[in-house]
Nanobody, 125 residues
Framework: QVQLVESGGGVVQAGGSLRLSCAAS????????MGWFRQAPGKEREFVAA????????YYADSVRGRFTISRDNAKNTGYLQMDSLNPEDTAVYSC??????????????????WGQGTQVTVSS
């Protein structure tokens, strides 16, 4: 199993930045694709970004591309989500997840094997 713990959430004004972290323990973090997802009140969980095992490939949802940056440090067993130019529509609980599989269908929540508990991000206008 893999245990994931997110941190770095909080309240920020529109236009501001936050950096989320996802600390992994258990099985070897570098064996997994990592993704970030978010869920706003009353909405379904949605894909935000994903990064492959070697950090050589990334993919973003259209809504965050150019503003968010996903990265990972396998030596530290930690993944990150740098969020810039935040707006109120980014308010949600952000969760990291890992997938033991191919890059195919990385945007689907059902394709991820382990999840963190989530961290709240609130962007005020």
């Amino acid at each position: 199993q893999v245990q994931l713990v997110e941190s770095g959430g909080g309240v920020v004004q529109a236009g501001g930045s936050l950096r989320l972290s996802c600390a992994a323990s258990g099985r070897t973090f570098s064996n997994y694709i990592m993704g970030w997802f978010r869920q706003a009140p009353g909405k379904e969980r949605e894909f935000v970004a994903a990064i492959n095992r070697s950090a050589g490939r990334t993919y973003y949802a259209d809504s965050v591309r150019g503003r968010f940056t996903i990265s990972r440090d396998n030596a530290k067993n930690t993944g990150y989500l740098q969020m810039d130019s935040l707006n109120p529509e980014d308010t949600a609980v952000y969760s990291c997840a890992v997938r033991d599989g191919s890059w195919y269908s990385i945007i689907m929540t059902s394709n991820y094997d382990y999840w963190g508990q989530g961290t709240q991000v609130t962007v005020s206008s």
